[in-house]
């Protein structure tokens, strides 16, 4: 069964202090890997996609990173507006379906 | 308007109401999709629609009636619904089938509240 696991459930951080968020994986054909950020009451908003192992994408504070069983979502010196929900979701095969994971909970003190 | 939007943005309704929510998409896009957020809980695909047909329907009780009249448009159907179906409903878009992964875009989404 295809299964989308992330963790920490939660993670608080300190203004500048860097971490990794980690996806780990389980689909037959994996079609892309998908974070999002999302903030209280918002609709999820797009970061990345990866589609092969190896692949890495960067976008100001946030690097995500694909093998063929895991991602992880780099945070380098974070600020208190990095704080949200970041989900990390996978396609695979041919269908239309995403499967999500239940997110991971930042919270960035300054 | 850009993106993807959703009205309303908050609606309670009784158990025998009936009520829609409404979704469209100013990307271009051919796919649309409906989501549940509960809390603690990932979220759920509910239907997929693609060039305006149903290409997904996840097991969803037949309360929930999806509608989608063109490419740009997608409303949800809602009738005696239950409180457990209180959630934040999120709508999306995508290319439509390309063969490769493809990012959906989501909308703010609809908090409901069935009381």
């Known amino acids: 069964e295809d299964q989308v696991t992330q963790s920490p459930e939660a993670l608080r951080l300190q203004e500048g202090e860097s971490s990794s968020l980690n996806c780990s994986y389980t689909?037959?054909?994996?079609?892309?890997l998908f974070w999002y950020r999302q903030d209280p009451g918002k609709g999820p908003e797009f970061l990345f996609t990866?589609?092969?192992a190896g692949e890495e994408k960067e976008k100001e504070r946030l690097k995500a990173t694909l093998t063929k069983k895991e991602s992880f979502l780099h945070i380098t010196a974070p600020k208190p507006e990095d704080s949200a929900t970041y989900l990390c979701?996978?396609?695979?095969?041919?269908?239309?379906?995403?499967?999500f994971g239940t997110g991971t909970r930042l919270q960035v003190f300054p | 308007e850009t993106g993807v939007t959703q009205t309303p943005r908050h609606l309670v309704m009784g158990m025998t109401n009936k009520k829609s929510l409404k979704c469209e998409q100013h990307?271009?896009?051919?796919?649309m999709y409906w989501y549940k957020q509960s809390a603690k809980k990932p979220l759920e695909l509910m239907f997929v629609?693609?060039?305006?047909?149903?290409?997904e329907n996840n097991s969803v009780p037949s309360r929930f009636s999806p509608e989608c009249p063109n490419s740009s448009h997608l409303f949800l159907h809602l009738h005696t619904l239950q409180p457990e179906d209180s959630a934040l409903y999120l709508c999306?878009?995508?290319?439509?089938?390309?063969?490769?992964?493809?990012?959906?875009?989501f909308g703010p989404g609809t908090r409901l509240l069935v009381l």
């Open positions: 990866l589609y092969s």
């Open positions: 689909v037959s054909g994996l079609r892309g």
């Open positions: 979701a996978v396609q695979e095969g041919y269908t239309d379906k995403l499967i």
């Open positions: 990307l271009g896009h051919n796919a």
């Open positions: 999306a878009s995508s290319q439509g089938l390309t063969g490769q992964g493809e990012t959906q875009y």
């Open positions: 629609y693609n060039f305006k047909e149903q290409t």
